[in-house]
Nanobody, 123 residues
Framework: QVQLIESGGGLVQAGGSLRLSCAASGRTFSRPVMGWFRQAPGKEREFVAAVAWNGGTIYYADSVKGRLTISRDNVKSTVYLQMNSLKPENTAVYYC????????????????WGQGTQVTVSS
C-alpha cells in the first residue's frame, strides 16, 4: 500500500499558474505509475496525466496537452503537476493516484489515492 498526500491547491485567477505536489510513502516501488485525476462538481472523476517510474513515459488527456506538465522526483518520492494558463473550467478537486504496471487512463485501475486538493480558478 502507498500513502499519497497532495498539496499546492488554492484559488487563482484565470490565466494564472499553480503547481501541485503529491508526496508518496510506503511501498512506492510497488506502484511505479503515478497519475493525476480531477473531479469537478457534479461530474465524474477524469484522468489528467500520468508518468511512469523513470519519467520517460508520460501521457496526458487531450484537454490538458500544452498547458499542464507532469513530472516526478523519485529521490523525494514526489510527483508534480504544473498547471499554466488556468481557466475557470479547470476548477476541480485534483487527486493523485498510484498503480502498478503500465499507464492507464481508467480511474478504476489505480490502487491508491490521495485525499485531493481543491483548485479554484476565478474569472
Amino acid at each position: 500500500q502507498v500513502q499519497l498526500i497532495e498539496s499546492g491547491g488554492g484559488l487563482v485567477q484565470a490565466g494564472g499558474s499553480l503547481r501541485l505536489s503529491c508526496a508518496a510513502s510506503g511501498r512506492t516501488f510497488s506502484r511505479p505509475v503515478m497519475g493525476w485525476f480531477r473531479q469537478a462538481p457534479g461530474k465524474e472523476r477524469e484522468f489528467v496525466a500520468a508518468v511512469a517510474w523513470n519519467g520517460g513515459t508520460i501521457y496526458y488527456a487531450d484537454s490538458v496537452k500544452g498547458r499542464l506538465t507532469i513530472s516526478r522526483d523519485n529521490v523525494k518520492s514526489t510527483v508534480y503537476l504544473q498547471m499554466n494558463s488556468l481557466k475557470p473550467e479547470n476548477t476541480a478537486v485534483y487527486y493523485c493516484a498510484a498503480k502498478s504496471s503500465e499507464i492507464r487512463v481508467i480511474t478504476a485501475t489505480y490502487d491508491d489515492w490521495g485525499q485531493g486538493t481543491q483548485v479554484t480558478v476565478s474569472s
